[in-house]
């Protein structure tokens, strides 16, 4: 998954003293826009999904230096405020030796080699930890961007001394990063998956039955609302399997693996345009993992052997 990057870690204790160096890079956006390097010279890059499937991913991501940014002209007026006022340069978090910053600022910069390209980019280009690095900036760049006035009185919030929130210097509203709790759920029935496809122009790829948790219930209630709502399934045996910070969202993915009833199933028509059983045979036959999300993560250990309801048996 893309938060997978051992043997590098991502450390995003807060820390607003930190200072950039020369070779600190630099994140900044324009919209869903992202300045950065994307070049093909030196790939493939063969990354793990589970079990023996993996992906070649053929373009390197890189990121502008504060040096570079600061040549750009990023600071001009004199130095970057360190969490104060735009532009503000805030340090985000480090990913391996690396101390990455945030650039706050509406300009965009003009620095020979970078280009502002769609967030999307992340899904195929390596080094993972650029690629996980990439959309965890894009996660906070958005909060940062919608948390600039107290939404009880007005004021302009500030950046906390202590921890990574925003703060009402008047009435002392705090606002920490939002993070939407989801569920990704494996509905299994003896030898078969239960794959769903999303009701939406463009959306081929196989899914899962996934939804946000609701105010008063707990994430396991969530699991069962939305398989009933998604595809009318009863299920039972919910069990706990990996989770995965999704920035694209906001959201802290929560997977589950659990066993339907039966294999009486439909999709809602609403959300889902379909939803069909699969034998591991036929996931062979039609499946392209990726390594990016849970998702894929699930159906592809579930084609590999790796789980199957057995997992849900405690
Ligand atoms: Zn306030």
């Known amino acids: 998954m893309i938060q997978d990057i051992a043997p590098k870690s991502l450390n995003n204790q807060y820390d607003p003293a930190k200072k950039p160096c020369a070779s600190s890079p630099v994140f900044h956006f324009q919209g869903k826009k992202l300045l950065c390097s994307v070049r093909t010279e030196r790939g493939p890059v063969e990354v793990n999904v589970s ?6 991913l053929t373009k390197e991501i890189s990121f502008p230096t504060y040096e570079q940014a600061a040549a750009a002209g990023a600071f001009k007026g004199g130095e970057p405020s360190v969490n104060g006022p735009v532009p503000d340069l805030s340090f985000i978090f480090s990913v391996g030796d690396d101390d990455c910053f945030l650039l706050r600022s509406g300009d965009a910069l003009e620095i020979p080699g970078f280009t502002y390209e769609e967030i999307g980019v992340y899904r195929d280009t390596f080094p993972v930890e650029n690629a996980y690095a990439a959309v965890t900036a894009f996660h906070l760049n958005n909060w940062y961007e919608s948390e600039r006035f107290c939404g009880h009185c007005g004021t302009p919030l500030v950046h906390d001394g202590v921890e990574r929130m925003m703060r009402c210097p008047k009435c002392g509203n705090m606002i920490f990063p939002r993070i939407n709790p989801c569920v990704i759920v494996g509905i299994m029935h003896e030898d078969k998956i239960l794959c769903t496809q999303y009701n939406r122009p463009g959306s081929g790829r196989f ?7 609701e105010i008063g219930e707990t994430i396991e209630d969530t699991v069962r609302r939305e398989v009933m709502e998604e595809v009318g399934v009863r299920v039972k045996n919910i069990t706990f399997y990996k989770s995965q910070p999704w920035a694209m969202s906001s959201s802290l993915l929560c997977g589950f693996l659990c066993e ?12 889902l345009a379909s939803a069909r059983w699969f034998t591991r045979d036929e996931l062979k036959e039609c499946y392209t993992p990726s390594h990016v999300a849970l998702t894929s993560n699930i159906i592809t250990a579930f084609m590999n052997g790796e789980i199957g309801p057995e997992n849900c048996r405690r």
Do not use: I, N, Q, R
């Open 51 to 56: 079990g023996p499937s993996s992906v070649k």
């Open 207 to 213: 899914a899962l039955v996934a939804g946000f948790c």
């Open 260 to 271: 339907a009833e039966s294999e009486d199933a439909h999709a809602d028509g609403v959300e």
